[in-house]
């Protein structure tokens, strides 16, 4: 942890914000303890008075709140401005997921009486959170992608498994209908056309999902960008990171990843946010196709990523304390990346490692870079509640994680002994 050489306004409170029933969230720390670390008051919405955030010594303030995604946002903005009455002075409000990040910007008038946030054209993080919308804006402005396919109908979907070429990657389509209806629980990779079908809804209901290009893992690597835009979408911070481990493996949530300066990824992401005017955090997933040498964007996270705090500089600014400083008029000081850091979310790398024992992580990546120092998701010995906290919740999340893990393996298993999975 590095020793902050520059001083933020304590006089204005930041709020952490999440819309979703999800306790269990590290990222969600994080921020609370960054931004405490400074002196700045920090409050969150949380489900209850024991969730490992609320129970950070850098929390101020608990708002127990439970939205799940599934409210009119109309009315969560009303439960918003409430919270900003509360809190009695305009606040930073830092958004730890699409929806929060969304919400902020399509109801920016009602909500700016009460919070400090970027002024993002209202429509663009919903574009950027639509998988069929992200991929239709690389082609506009010549980022590499995978191939995209966005079914409008079941008998689309069908058509599409009778002739595709598998393994192909599904994904939930739209933010907030991931709430409403999920019809995967995560992005996951379906070796046949039988296991693209049995998703597959009555042949004139939208099937909310998108078929992704699949980029075998023998020829990728998983890279992933951390940054701030200011007013005018000039990146302020970019940071570059290579991924190692996910839960679930290869498709799921960052596990163990390694701060690597990457000076063609960085350049990559910030000709596209300055092209789309985008302001504000960002957390971009990429995957290096070896097969053409090209990042391909698989993700655009128009809110704080879950893994932030593996990056900071040398001066001890991370995206969220750069969003605090820039939205109350303070300098970020321009700085590149520290090296030599790795960040590991305990409860999700336990699994993740066993999984990919003898693996070393993805198999195609260069050797583990070399690191100096770890950031731990959950345990810090400045604030170890949180790590206590996390324990108790952590069983019915990893039995299912685990049980739909195997399922999923066991269906792979089943597909290549009939030979229907398409693989060469």
Request: charged content about 20%.
């Amino acid at each position: 942890m590095i020793t902050a050489t520059f001083t933020a306004d304590r006089q204005v409170p930041a709020l952490i914000l999440k819309v979703g029933k999800y306790p269990l969230h590290s990222g969600g720390v994080a921020a609370v303890r960054t931004l405490g670390r400074l002196g700045i008051p920090v409050y969150a919405i949380t489900e209850d008075r024991l969730t490992p955030t609320a129970v950070s010594r850098y929390c101020t303030g608990r708002f127990f709140w439970r939205p799940t995604g599934l409210e009119d946002p109309v009315v969560l903005t009303a439960q918003l401005r409430e919270i900003g009455q509360r809190l009695g002075k305009r606040s930073v409000i830092v958004p730890m997921d699409d929806e929060a990040a969304i919400l902020i910007a399509e109801y920016a008038a009602e909500l700016s009486e009460y919070f400090l946030f970027p002024p993002v054209e209202p429509s663009l993080p919903r574009a950027l959170a639509s998988k069929q919308k992200l991929y239709e804006m690389c082609r506009r402005h010549r980022i590499p992608a995978p191939v995209t396919s966005c079914p409008a109908t079941g008998s689309e979907l069908a058509a599409f498994a009778a002739s595709a070429t598998f393994p192909v990657v599904v994904k939930n389509a739209e933010p907030w209908v991931r709430r409403r209806a999920p019809v995967v629980s995560h992005s996951s990779v379906l070796h046949s056309a039988d296991e693209l079908l049995a998703i597959t809804p009555a042949a004139d209901e939208a099937p909310n999902v998108i078929v992704q290009e699949y980029i075998p893992r023998e020829h990728a690597e998983d890279w992933f960008v951390h940054l701030y835009c200011d007013d005018s979408s000039n990146c302020l911070l970019t940071f570059t990171g290579l991924k190692v481990r996910s839960w679930p493996p290869h498709t799921g949530a960052t596990a163990s990843a390694y701060a690597v300066p990457n000076d063609v990824l960085a350049d990559l992401a910030e000709r596209l946010c300055k092209e789309i005017g985008f302001q504000g955090i960002a957390d971009l997933d990429w995957r290096l196709d070896k097969r053409d040498g090209q990042y391909k964007l698989v993700d655009f996270n128009p809110r704080v990523g879950n893994q932030f705090r593996l990056f900071e500089t040398a001066e001890g600014v991370d995206v969220v304390r750069a969003l605090h400083l820039d939205l109350t008029g303070r300098p970020v000081p321009a700085s590149s990346q520290l090296g030599g850091r790795r960040i590991v979310v305990e409860h999700i790398d336990l699994p993740a490692r066993l999984s990919y024992r003898g693996n070393r992580g993805y198999p195609s990546a260069a050797p583990m870079p070399h690191h100096t120092s770890t950031e731990l998701a959950w345990l810090a010995q400045d604030d170890p509640l949180p790590f206590i906290a996390m324990w108790p919740r952590l069983g019915k999340p990893l039995a299912e994680a685990l049980t739909q893990f195997r399922r999923d393996h066991s269906r792979r298993g089943q597909s290549h002994s009939t030979g229907k999975d398409g693989m060469q």
